[in-house]
């Protein structure tokens, strides 16, 4: 079965860093792109950035470039989201995204993760 | 202006047909793109629709129903969902994406309720 399995919810306080994880299974990882999408709470879908884990390619949403690092170990077929100092305003749900190269560009996000669900209070 | 403009809501009773929209922003014209389709229900992760260009570039989900189809109005500048014979299932949030000057841009979704 082709599935994304993202790492748990986290609690953390204004300032503290975070890693969270995304693991492809089931499918060549180094042959497709993950993406991150972002959704606050009672809010719409924001796309974050992607990698393509095959060469580390990456691009990010001019909304979030420098507020975030996308990276990813081919090795174990995980992709990562981390901030370096959370804000209040990151508290959201976060879904890593499958997608491919098609003749014209990225396709659909057809296979997304389960979320997680990122809460930054002091 | 948003990119991508759908309606907040639209309610519509049960086997009843539902159009949703997906209007582009000005001077981006729809012709150009594909357009994506994805429901979210509540607590649980958006999962994809389907894709449309065109009649000869469209693509459906795996698994998704017929009854889900995508199509255009270029008069509107805008992509269309059509829900044919509505189900209480489909009682969710649709959301539209385009890939623009290579970012991808979801749309501001519309909440559907079967009455």
């Known amino acids: 079965e082709v599935q994304l399995v993202q790492s748990g919810a986290e609690v953390k306080k204004p300032g503290e860093s975070l890693k969270i994880s995304c693991k492809g299974s089931g499918y060549s990882f180094t042959s497709y792109w993950i993406g991150w999408v972002r959704q606050m709470p009672g809010k719409g879908l924001e796309w974050m950035g992607i990698i393509y884990p095959g060469d580390s390619d990456t691009r990010y949403s001019p909304s979030f470039q420098g507020q975030v690092t996308i990276s990813a170990d081919k090795s174990i077929s995980t992709a990562y989201l981390q901030w370096s100092s959370l804000k209040a305003s990151d508290t959201a749900m976060y879904y890593c995204?499958?997608?491919?190269?098609?003749?014209?560009?990225?396709?659909?996000?057809?296979?997304w993760g389960q979320g997680t669900m990122v809460t930054v209070s002091s | 202006q948003a990119v991508l403009t759908q309606p907040a809501s639209l309610s519509a009773s049960p086997g009843a047909s539902a159009s949703l929209t997906c209007t582009l922003r000005s001077g981006i014209n729809v012709g150009t793109y594909r357009i994506y389709w994805y429901q979210q229900k509540p607590g649980s992760p958006p999962q994809y629709l389907l894709r449309?260009?065109?009649?000869?570039?469209?693509?459906?989900g795996s698994g998704v129903p017929s009854r889900f189809s995508g199509s255009k109005d270029a008069s509107a500048n805008a992509g269309i969902l059509l829900i044919s014979g509505l189900q209480s299932e489909d009682e969710a949030d649709y959301y539209c994406m385009i890939w623009h000057s290579s970012a991808s841009v979801f749309g501001t979704g519309t909440k559907v309720t079967v009455l």
């Open positions: 449309y260009k065109s009649d000869s570039d469209k693509q459906q």
């Open positions: 995204v499958r997608t491919e190269w098609e003749l014209l560009g990225l396709g659909a996000f057809d296979i």
